[in-house]
């Protein structure tokens, strides 16, 4: 069986040869460097494979000599038994999908179809036909789902002009229908970025970790659907999409909404940058909502933590003290200086309670004696307390 492109119009044969020769007639087309077709024309013959081209009635048979350079055997590409100018080594560390994506790509640059045919092929006037006899090429072609968006096999969420959103996690993320990343992480939905993005030579993103953290979260925030809603808001830090970066982006009123009026603030599978982009007083949210009930040891932990530092001198339950599920990544406590409120997190009883008396103390000193983190005016209160201390450790004055 072997797997047959078409599309209108007669390929100039040069565009195969020569490198740097590339010319597409769609602005919305992927191939920019002239080199893909090359590529895929290496990989298929050092695949075992075969392939030709049919210029309208103008037939191009693909095939390899051998060729001795500097005592080193290359198998040299010829077209029709001429040598061309590259080997099989070219694009050595590709893939045979890959030459199934460029081929594919090519194809739907200029809007052609593709099938497989067990019968012989002839060339036409005013039709390019790429020809491939090769199996692990239709195999990869029977699994161009993975690089390619086939629409007819998913299940649109929302589509704009900038980006398509369907059902279905994956770590692969696509720009105008085709693969050119994979997430380390798992992505809650299938995007496909319509928006320019800029790409190396091999169809893959330049800057992916800009377009990941920055661009589609950007895209998403817009999207009014339900579907995108309730995945942002709860995604978690196992998705892709918990990590990028919405402090710069600008939420639709809805994703606004739902954060505020269901106090997502305070929970710790939202984004923490969404959080702060979304929320308008982080303390205005923590004081509306409940404290969390804790567990009997944790609760026996607070309390030891509680009568630890009031032994020492610092009676914390003077104010209010609120233990909230999350208060943002990496944060353990926060003091609301104004209303007299002590917040911990969560997270903070997984350290011991050493580390619970550690995070009451420290917001304790900031609502008793009004200072702020990372100040001089912060430091002299702990240092002090620590000369006291050690006063009282060795029973006389310094």
């Not at 020769?21 to 077709?37: E, H, R, W, Y």
């Not at 690089?147 to 994956?170: A, C, H, M, R």
């Not at 169809?203 to 339900?226: F, H, M």
């Not at 619970?356 to 240092?383: K, M, P, W």
Request: glycine share 8%; with cysteine.
């Amino acid at each position: 069986m072997t797997v047959l492109f078409v599309n209108n119009g007669e390929i100039d044969i040069r565009a195969v040869t020569t490198f740097g020769v590339s010319v597409k007639n769609s602005t919305s087309a992927l191939g920019m460097f002239g080199t893909g077709l090359k590529y895929a024309i290496a990989i298929i013959l050092r695949h075992g494979g075969k392939i030709t081209i049919f210029s309208g009635v103008n037939k191009y048979e693909f095939g390899t000599a051998t060729e001795n350079i500097r005592d080193k055997d290359f198998e040299l590409i010829t077209m029709n038994g001429v040598n061309l100018s590259f080997t099989t080594e070219q694009g050595k560390t590709w893939e045979v999908w890959q030459a199934v994506r460029e081929i594919l790509c090519n194809c739907l640059d200029e809007q052609g179809e593709f099938t497989t045919t067990d019968e012989d092929v002839e060339g036409e006037e005013g039709i390019t036909k790429i020809v491939v006899d090769c199996l692990d090429f239709e195999q990869e072609y029977n699994n161009r789902q993975e690089f390619i968006i086939t629409p007819e096999n998913l299940k649109l969420v929302v589509t704009t002009p900038s980006i398509d959103v369907y059902f279905g996690q994956t770590k692969n993320l696509f720009y105008k229908g085709v693969k050119v990343h994979k997430s380390d992480k798992m992505y809650k939905f299938t995007y496909n970025i319509k928006t320019p993005v800029a790409l190396t030579e091999d169809r893959t993103l330049k800057y992916p970790s800009s377009t990941e953290n920055y661009t589609l979260p950007g895209l998403l925030v817009k999207l009014g659907a339900d579907e995108i809603i309730n995945s942002l808001v709860s995604c978690g830090d196992s998705y892709a999409e918990y990590h990028g970066s919405y402090s710069g982006t600008s939420p639709c009123q809805k994703l606004v909404d739902k954060v505020n009026s269901q106090k997502m603030v305070v929970n710790r599978n939202i984004p923490p940058s969404l959080k702060t982009r979304c929320a308008p007083s982080l303390r205005e949210c923590l004081r509306e909502a409940p404290s969390i009930r804790l567990p009997a040891m944790k609760e026996k932990m607070l309390f030891k933590a509680i009568d630890f530092l009031k032994a020492i001198g610092f009676n914390v339950d003077v104010y209010k003290i609120k233990v909230m599920e999350d208060l943002g990544k990496g944060v353990l406590g926060l003091a609301d200086q104004d209303n007299e409120i002590i917040y911990l997190s969560m997270g903070v009883f997984d350290m011991g309670t050493k580390y619970v008396a550690g995070t009451l103390y420290e917001e304790f000193i900031h609502i008793f004696y009004g200072v702020s983190d990372e100040t001089r005016g912060f430091q002299d209160v702990v240092i002090n307390h620590l000369m006291s201390l050690g006063e009282a450790f060795v029973g006389e004055p310094v």
